[in-house]
């Protein structure tokens, strides 16, 4: 690749333009221009993380009030005002499944969290914000092996199938790994 | 001249539409100057397709599509669709990176850069230079023996990128719900859809037909001179959209305030002279690559796959320029494009004494 003047005229070239990058890079790295545009998106990025959780905070604001004062079913009937907006919303979900757990309806506590976990993992994220990982870990400990007997006694029981597969999806997502 | 020439005045009236629907497309609603952008179309495509999370850069734009099927029932009609391809595949796709990259630096493909240019915006004269000397040093690279391989006869391949540009129709109108379309932003700003697709289509045919291409005109004329048609139906595009801008009152002469520029002379000229380079080397600016993938040429399809790819990278990374200048990361890429270039020139060089 030596061969004629074109070639040391390319080479030439391509050694310049190897200096001029090394120069510009250093020239970037050293100004704080290069800094603030990547932190600007970073920033953005956690601008729209907390509005989102504000937001939802905002929303589910009677339910949560509700859930922490032990009065399930005034948070029930909060949490199905708001669901008349927005039925599917994944944080909703989550709180319509950790309510009803702590009511003993585990069946469809399980239906709801898997719903909602499915569409949002960070509620059940360890370093996610509104996280509920605790809850669900504790009841996927202490109902697995519960649904376990119960299907093993009937193979037929569709209901204990259908929440023992939730609990094992829940399971799964608490054991982590690469989604 | 032979101005008896019949496909001499098939390739000005081309030009001369192009011009046109340049100008009309941003009347109706496209983003101001860039009535016709194969790089900005590209961007808010794949923006839509969520490939990259810049909101204000998330539309299927129907010329896109239009562009490629266009070129595919003229080249049918014709008779001059014919699957082929084969010549260095993954330079291809390198290379529609590196147009993109460049496309990015200026804010805009070589069409852009000639509707800028008639509207007014004297930032673009830089792009101008920049293109000229890229496809000249190009020409000297394919002079010097660069080349990428003679493309082959193939079966059926010539098909995947219109059915891919279709799929692409079918998703604008079934509206799946991946799709992202924004509502603040350049993407936000379109023409009706009918006419966006419209004009894809009839640009699309008129430019398969008479093989209309920027960087082709640039090519053409520094070899033949005047004798060179597509020479002339670049004269007749920017003629014919800088009518049509006086006409509509877009014409606004001067260097501050252009609509999608930047006063970055030396980048401005850097980007195109990346994207005029690397044009001469594959045979054809990016909207020229659209429209031979159309025509059946699958290593333009492959150029095109890198432009999707570029598209996205240059966004994703923030590598593209706006209004406020181009950032670090923008000159580091296009340094590097255009290093990328020099070394695949020596690599893909014949020489006499091999």
């Given at each position: 690749m030596f061969v004629d003047r074109y070639d040391r005229l390319l080479w030439a070239v391509f050694i310049l333009l190897l200096i001029a990058i090394a120069t510009t890079t250093a020239y970037s790295l050293q100004?704080?221009?290069?800094?603030?545009?990547?932190?600007?998106?970073?920033?953005?990025?956690?601008?729209?993380?907390?509005?989102?959780?504000?937001?939802?905070?905002?929303?589910?604001?009677?339910?949560?009030?509700?859930?922490?004062?032990?009065?399930?079913?005034?948070?029930?009937?909060?949490?199905?005002?708001?669901?008349?907006?927005?039925?599917?919303?994944?944080?909703?979900?989550?709180?319509?499944?950790?309510?009803?757990?702590?009511?003993?309806?585990i069946d469809a506590a399980l239906e709801s969290l898997a719903a909602g976990i499915k569409r949002d993992g960070n509620y059940i994220d360890r370093n996610g914000s509104l996280s509920y990982r605790e809850t669900v870990a504790a009841l996927v400990v202490n109902q697995l092996p519960l649904y376990a007997a119960r299907v093993a006694n009937d193979a037929g029981d569709t209901i204990a199938l259908t929440s023992k597969r939730h609990l094992h999806y829940l399971q799964s997502r608490l054991a982590g790994g690469c989604e | 001249m032979n101005w008896r020439d019949r496909h001499l005045w098939l390739v000005i009236l081309a030009g001369g539409v192009f011009g046109v629907l340049g100008v009309m497309l941003s009347v109706w609603g496209n983003p101001a100057n860039s009535g016709i952008c194969v790089s900005c179309f590209l961007e808010n495509s794949v923006g839509a397709l969520g490939f990259h999370d810049n909101d204000r850069m998330q539309y299927l734009r129907p010329e896109l599509p239009g562009f490629?099927?266009?070129?595919?029932?003229?080249?049918?009609?014709?008779?001059?669709?014919?699957?082929?391809?084969?010549?260095?595949?993954l330079p291809r796709i390198v290379a529609g990176i590196l147009l993109m990259i460049g496309c990015a630096i200026f804010i805009g493909c070589?069409?852009?850069?000639?509707?800028?240019?008639?509207?007014?915006?004297?930032t673009a004269l830089a792009g101008v230079a920049g293109l000229i000397c890229g496809v000249w040093i190009g020409l000297q690279g394919l002079g010097h023996g660069v080349s990428f391989g003679q493309p082959?006869?193939?079966?059926?391949?010539?098909?995947?990128?219109?059915?891919?540009?279709?799929?692409?129709?079918?998703?604008?109108?079934?509206?799946?719900?991946?799709?992202?379309?924004?509502?603040?932003?350049?993407?936000?700003?379109h023409a009706p859809w009918f006419l966006s697709l419209g004009a894809g289509l009839v640009l699309g045919g008129l430019a398969q037909r008479t093989r209309f291409c920027i960087t082709g005109g640039i090519r053409d004329g520094l070899i033949l001179g005047r004798r060179a048609p597509l020479l002339w139906g670049g004269i007749a595009f920017i003629i014919s959209a800088f009518l049509f801008s006086i006409l509509v009152g877009r014409f606004n002469v001067g260097w501050l305030g252009q609509p999608g520029a930047h006063l970055e002379t030396v980048w401005n000229f850097t980007g195109m002279l990346l994207v005029g380079i690397v044009s001469a080397l594959i045979g054809g600016c990016p909207l020229r690559q659209l429209i031979k993938s159309g025509e059946g040429d699958t290593d333009a399809g492959l150029v095109v796959i890198g432009m999707l790819i570029g598209a996205a990278l240059v966004q994703?990374?923030?590598?593209?320029?706006?209004?406020?200048?181009?950032?670090?990361?923008?000159?580091?890429?296009?340094?590097?494009?255009?290093?990328?270039?020099?070394?695949?020139?020596?690599?893909?060089?014949?020489?006499?004494?091999?």
């Amino acid at each position: 690749m030596f061969v004629d003047r074109y070639d040391r005229l390319l080479w030439a070239v391509f050694i310049l333009l190897l200096i001029a990058i090394a120069t510009t890079t250093a020239y970037s790295l050293q100004g704080s221009a290069y800094v603030t545009q990547h932190n600007d998106r970073n920033l953005a990025r956690k601008m729209i993380e907390r509005a989102r959780l504000d937001y939802l905070a905002d929303l589910y604001a009677p339910v949560t009030a509700a859930l922490e004062s032990g009065d399930y079913s005034h948070a029930l009937l909060a949490l199905g005002e708001v669901q008349r907006s927005f039925p599917d919303e994944a944080y909703g979900q989550v709180l319509k499944g950790v309510i009803l757990s702590k009511m003993g309806a585990i069946d469809a506590a399980l239906e709801s969290l898997a719903a909602g976990i499915k569409r949002d993992g960070n509620y059940i994220d360890r370093n996610g914000s509104l996280s509920y990982r605790e809850t669900v870990a504790a009841l996927v400990v202490n109902q697995l092996p519960l649904y376990a007997a119960r299907v093993a006694n009937d193979a037929g029981d569709t209901i204990a199938l259908t929440s023992k597969r939730h609990l094992h999806y829940l399971q799964s997502r608490l054991a982590g790994g690469c989604e | 001249m032979n101005w008896r020439d019949r496909h001499l005045w098939l390739v000005i009236l081309a030009g001369g539409v192009f011009g046109v629907l340049g100008v009309m497309l941003s009347v109706w609603g496209n983003p101001a100057n860039s009535g016709i952008c194969v790089s900005c179309f590209l961007e808010n495509s794949v923006g839509a397709l969520g490939f990259h999370d810049n909101d204000r850069m998330q539309y299927l734009r129907p010329e896109l599509p239009g562009f490629v099927l266009g070129a595919t029932v003229s080249a049918l009609i014709g008779r001059e669709f014919v699957a082929r391809g084969g010549g260095a595949p993954l330079p291809r796709i390198v290379a529609g990176i590196l147009l993109m990259i460049g496309c990015a630096i200026f804010i805009g493909c070589p069409i852009k850069l000639f509707l800028r240019l008639s509207a007014g915006d004297l930032t673009a004269l830089a792009g101008v230079a920049g293109l000229i000397c890229g496809v000249w040093i190009g020409l000297q690279g394919l002079g010097h023996g660069v080349s990428f391989g003679q493309p082959l006869k193939e079966r059926g391949t010539g098909w995947i990128t219109p059915l891919f540009f279709l799929a692409l129709l079918a998703a604008f109108f079934v509206r799946p719900g991946f799709l992202l379309f924004s509502e603040r932003g350049s993407a936000s700003l379109h023409a009706p859809w009918f006419l966006s697709l419209g004009a894809g289509l009839v640009l699309g045919g008129l430019a398969q037909r008479t093989r209309f291409c920027i960087t082709g005109g640039i090519r053409d004329g520094l070899i033949l001179g005047r004798r060179a048609p597509l020479l002339w139906g670049g004269i007749a595009f920017i003629i014919s959209a800088f009518l049509f801008s006086i006409l509509v009152g877009r014409f606004n002469v001067g260097w501050l305030g252009q609509p999608g520029a930047h006063l970055e002379t030396v980048w401005n000229f850097t980007g195109m002279l990346l994207v005029g380079i690397v044009s001469a080397l594959i045979g054809g600016c990016p909207l020229r690559q659209l429209i031979k993938s159309g025509e059946g040429d699958t290593d333009a399809g492959l150029v095109v796959i890198g432009m999707l790819i570029g598209a996205a990278l240059v966004q994703a990374w923030g590598i593209t320029a706006t209004a406020a200048g181009v950032p670090s990361d923008g000159k580091i890429a296009v340094l590097t494009g255009l290093a990328l270039t020099v070394l695949s020139m020596l690599l893909f060089r014949e020489r006499e004494t091999e």
